[in-house]
């Protein structure tokens, strides 16, 4: 009997080992995930539509494969769906309100490359390999409860590219210092460099594709 979860928490182990009391467990650490092969960057913008004009320069400046940005909540999931659907780009929306049934077809078109763009919440930061992903996009960085930064879930997130050991591009859209608080606390616990990018630079955009 063998069991696999990106994550299990105290709860979960206790319900498995009720299951298999005496389980061999082979578990990959935190700290051993590696993000060596994601270019990271953050853009500094004033508002909600700045952040949209930043995507714009992006997919001016660099072939993007497929990309999934990472929203907070579903209003402003669906509210950016809606502008880049306007502007062209070939747009699903994967949240929590969908059935299960719903997610997987939106996860299946996607995977088949009908839509280019993937726009959801947390439901997604997890769990799923689609090789074609070439960049993630943190439209709102991952807090907890709390409002604090969260690491675990950032990771996850970014981790949606670069798979099957191919380099990927995590960008992250700032606005505000509470923002770029939370930004410098991921950057500092995993001790890897995000670098600043200016969207407004063409040259920039270009050499971040490469």
Same mark, same amino acid.
């Given at each position: 009997?063998?069991?696999?979860?990106?994550?299990?928490?105290?709860?979960?182990?206790?319900?498995?080992?009720?299951?298999?009391?005496?389980?061999?467990?082979?578990?990959?650490?935190?700290? @051993?995930?590696?993000? /060596?092969?994601?270019? @990271?960057?953050?853009?500094?913008?004033?508002?909600?539509?700045?952040?949209?004009?930043?995507?714009?320069?992006?997919?001016?400046?660099?072939?993007?494969?497929?990309?999934?940005?990472?929203?907070?909540?579903?209003?402003?999931?669906?509210?950016?769906?809606?502008?880049?659907?306007?502007?062209?780009?070939?747009?699903?929306?994967?949240?929590?309100?969908?059935?299960? /049934?719903?997610?997987?077809?939106?996860?299946?078109?996607?995977?088949?490359?009908?839509?280019?763009?993937?726009?959801?919440?947390?439901?997604?930061?997890?769990?799923?390999?689609?090789?074609?992903?070439?960049?993630?996009?943190?439209?709102?960085?991952?807090?907890?409860?709390?409002?604090?930064?969260?690491? /675990?879930?950032?990771?996850?997130?970014?981790?949606?590219?670069?798979?099957?050991?191919?380099?990927?591009?995590?960008?992250?859209?700032?606005?505000?210092?509470?923002?770029?608080?939370?930004?410098?606390?991921?950057?500092?616990?995993?001790?890897?460099?995000?670098?600043?990018?200016?969207?407004?630079?063409?040259?920039?955009? /270009?050499?971040?594709?490469?």
């Amino acid at each position: 009997m063998l069991f696999f979860s990106a994550t299990y928490d105290k709860e979960v182990m206790n319900f498995a080992q009720h299951i298999v009391p005496d389980p061999t467990i082979i578990r990959l650490m935190r700290e @051993q995930e590696s993000l /060596e092969n994601i270019k @990271q960057y953050y853009v500094r913008c004033m508002n909600e539509e700045d952040k949209y004009n930043a995507i714009q320069n992006i997919y001016a400046g660099i072939t993007i494969g497929q990309a999934i940005i990472f929203c907070h909540t579903r209003k402003t999931a669906g509210w950016l769906a809606g502008k880049m659907s306007s502007d062209g780009h070939s747009v699903a929306v994967l949240s929590g309100d969908l059935t299960v /049934e719903q997610r997987l077809a939106v996860l299946d078109r996607f995977r088949a490359g009908l839509e280019k763009v993937l726009i959801t919440t947390n439901v997604l930061s997890r769990g799923i390999d689609i090789e074609q992903v070439t960049i993630v996009v943190n439209f709102d960085l991952p807090m907890d409860a709390k409002g604090n930064a969260d690491c /675990e879930t950032y990771l996850h997130r970014i981790g949606r590219t670069g798979r099957f050991g191919k380099n990927g591009i995590a960008i992250n859209l700032v606005d505000g210092e509470k923002a770029m608080s939370i930004c410098k606390y991921i950057e500092n616990h995993f001790k890897k460099t995000i670098q600043l990018l200016d969207t407004g630079n063409s040259d920039e955009i /270009e050499k971040i594709g490469y």
